[in-house]
């Protein structure tokens, strides 16, 4: 069939895959490897060596590609190469009105306790030159010394160590042994949220509220 000569048919020529594209519509520049490590960061809460054994590798081959695109979130990349984690939080970005994209819950007053424990048991268990691997059991021996400062109410309690301890499992501070059902192991990352001075801070503070507990035990006692 003719067409007329004032009529013009338009064919929009197929685009080809960008080079690096892993499907239709993709834009991206990043490998496969690189962008599940990316999505592991953002999900949160930590990429480790352990447990992202290929993900933690294609951290370390992409790092700089992956520190920008976090940065155009307004996020930071922390790593620690020795102990194998990694995870991000917000920038300071000073005056400049950013969103917070990070996700954050409070911690109650037994959670903070929970986490300083755990913490010093990363340090020592370091120093050794060993995992630092806890029980279950010895936590809630641990917190108990605690438990006037939370509640006369001794089923409340345990209920609250019960829920800050699961509160760490979840969030992957703690992390079950195989073949145990009991036995933890601390995330490296803790060394990271809280350094040797915030350990020696908190310490004081928690030594004081126990030793102010004990005193008004001695006194109600006489």
């Given at each position: 069939m003719n067409l007329p000569e004032h009529e013009t048919?338009?064919?929009?020529?197929?685009?080809?895959?960008?080079?690096?594209?892993?499907?239709?519509?993709?834009?991206?520049?990043?490998?496969?490897?690189?962008?599940?490590?990316?999505?592991?960061?953002?999900?949160?809460?930590?990429?480790?060596?352990?447990?992202?054994?290929?993900?933690?590798?294609?951290?370390?081959r992409q790092e700089t590609a992956l520190r920008s695109r976090l940065c155009e979130l307004f996020?930071?990349?922390?790593?620690?190469?020795?102990?194998?984690?990694?995870?991000?939080r917000q920038f300071d970005t000073g005056e400049l009105d950013t969103p917070t994209l990070l996700r954050s819950s409070p911690l109650t007053f037994i959670d903070s306790v929970l986490l300083l424990h755990l913490r010093q048991q990363l340090a020592e268990a370091e120093a050794r030159g060993q995992r630092a691997v806890v029980e279950e059991a010895a936590l809630v021996d641990a917190l108990s010394v605690y438990e006037k400062s939370v509640s006369t109410d001794?089923?409340?309690?345990?209920?609250?160590?019960?829920g800050a301890i699961g509160k760490m499992k979840d969030n992957h501070v703690l992390d079950k042994l195989r073949g145990s059902e009991d036995r933890y192991e601390v995330s490296p990352a803790l060394k990271l949220l809280f350094s040797a001075e915030d350990v020696q801070a908190l310490a004081q503070a928690y030594r004081e509220l126990r030793e102010s507990d004990q005193g008004e035990e001695t006194a109600d006692g006489e």
């Open positions: 048919v338009l064919i929009e020529p197929v685009a080809d895959k960008p080079k690096g594209a892993l499907f239709d519509g993709d834009s991206g520049s990043l490998p496969l490897d690189a962008r599940r490590a990316l999505c592991q960061l953002l999900a949160g809460p930590s990429l480790d060596a352990g447990r992202h054994g290929p993900l933690w590798t294609a951290l370390l996020l930071e990349l922390v790593i620690d190469r020795e102990g194998g984690v990694a995870f991000t001794r089923a409340g309690f345990a209920k609250r160590v019960a």
